[in-house]
Every structure is written in C-alpha cells, then in structure tokens.
C-alpha cells in the first residue's frame, strides 16, 4: 500500500473496503462514484467481479462510510439508476439505497443527472435505444446523485441536471466539472473533510482544495493513483 500524506491531502493506494487509516466520525462529507462492474477499463483494475463479490465490495464501503461520518456529516454518491450486465438487468440505485439503509444511512434528497453525451443507450425520455440490446454492457443514461445522511431527516426533493458525461487521456470516466460544482455548492463548507473512496484522478480533490478543505482519497489502481497524486500536487 502506497500512501502520500500532505497538509491538504491525504491519498492511499489500496481498496476502499477497508479504511482502517482513518478515525471514526473523522468526515464531513463523503462523495464518490463507485465502480458499475460492467467491465469498465479502469487501467489494469478488472471491473467484473461476480455479482456477490461486487455487492460484497458495496457493502463493505458503506459500512465503513458509516463508521467514519461525522453524526452531522452527509454520504453523497452518483450511482447509474440500472445497469445491463451480461444480459441481466440490474437495479443499481435500488441496490445501493438498500446497502445504506442497512447500515443506518437515510436518504435525504435525489438528484437526477442527464448524459448529454450522444452515446448513450438509453434516451432522455427513459426509453432505451436499440443498442441497448445488442450490447452486453451497458447502464443507464439517468444518473443519480444520492444524497444521505445519519439523522433521519424529511426527504427533500432535488434537481434535475444534464452534464456532459466524458473521458479523459487518462481516465474513463470522471466525475463531470458541472457535477463537482453542483454538490460542492450545496454541501461543502470551508474546513471540510472530504473523502472520495474512488477517487479516480482525484478530480474531486482539486475542487475541494480549491474550496479550503482537505481531501482524502482511495484508488486500487497504481497508474491511476499517481495521475491523482500529480494532478493534487
Ligand atoms: C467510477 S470511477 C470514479 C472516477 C472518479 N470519480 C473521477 O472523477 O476520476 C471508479 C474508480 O474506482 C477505482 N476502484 C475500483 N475498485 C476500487 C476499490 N476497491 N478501492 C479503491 N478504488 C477502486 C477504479 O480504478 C476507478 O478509478
């Protein structure tokens, strides 16, 4: 395990499902966008595990979002709404509600996201295209940003977005600027810990450090983990 410690970031080379570095109730916001499992080429990470090991990988994650929230801390994710996987459907949002819900963490507010990227299978209206079916891996164009929280608070309702979903050189698919903006805005403060368990290239940290907070993040893979690491430097 690789690690490099900064004043105002903290990053580790190793799986998010078990963050025993960091203290209980340490957080203040958690934000992340977790891996989909459709064989997505993240470098050498394999995103296609079977579909227990991969709930196994949620569950785990959650249960240590839980541990390390502050109690006034907020867990926000951007999940897929489904996900075709070798020809079976599956719930992805659903999935993870309930992985929350488990351990304790209530929904608080959802936004939804649009891919305005013409690719996509699946239409703005909900409708999927014909590609959909010819291909063996695909998720939805409706993206969900889930926002939730340790106190049971009443559901709020949340805004509609369309971003522009693209790749980068060195990424497959990082967070949308508009996107960081977006949640930023609404629920970071000067100060906060922020905690990306899949941190990508860390795109997230530079608006956090940006913004006065310190940013805290997890990547399994080493190539992808050094881009994180020069781009915060
Ligand atoms: C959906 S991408 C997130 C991209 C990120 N939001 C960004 O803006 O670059 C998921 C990332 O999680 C990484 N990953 C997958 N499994 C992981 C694990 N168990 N622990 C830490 N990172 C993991 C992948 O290598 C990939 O970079």
Redesign the pocket.
């Known amino acids: 395990m690789s690690k490099i410690s900064q004043k105002d970031f903290l990053l580790?080379n190793?799986?998010?499902?078990d963050m025993s570095e960091l203290f209980d109730s340490s957080i203040d916001l958690i934000y992340?966008?977790?891996?989909?499992n459709l064989g997505?080429k993240?470098?050498k990470?394999k995103?296609k595990r079977t579909f227990s090991k991969y709930v196994k990988?949620l569950e785990s994650?959650f249960l240590e979002c839980e541990r390390v929230l502050k109690s006034n801390g907020k867990v926000i994710f951007?999940v897929a709404e489904t996900v075709f996987v070798d020809g079976k459907f599956v719930a992805l949002g659903a999935l993870c509600q309930n992985i929350c819900l488990k351990n304790k963490l209530y929904l608080e507010t959802r936004h939804i996201n649009y891919a305005l990227t013409k690719n996509y299978v699946e239409q703005q209206d909900h409708g999927w295209n014909k590609d959909f079916y010819t291909r063996k891996n695909a998720h939805s164009n409706c993206q969900q940003i889930l926002v939730f929280s340790k106190k049971k608070i009443k559901f709020k309702n949340g805004k509609i977005n369309y971003f522009n979903y693209n790749f980068?050189k060195?990424?497959?698919?990082?967070?949308p600027k508009e996107e960081?903006k977006f949640v930023l805005d609404n629920y970071f403060k000067k100060g906060f810990n922020v905690l990306?368990?899949?941190?990508?290239?860390?795109?997230?940290g530079k608006e956090v450090m940006e913004r006065k907070g310190k940013f805290i993040g997890?990547?399994?893979?080493k190539t992808?983990f050094n881009c994180?690491a020069k781009n915060l430097r």
Do not use: Q, R, W
């Open positions: 580790f190793k799986s998010c499902k992340f966008s977790p891996p989909y997505e993240y470098n990470y995103d990988l994650v951007e980068t060195d990424h497959s698919c990082p967070f960081i990306d368990p899949f941190m990508g290239t860390a795109m997230l997890y990547e399994i893979d992808i994180a």
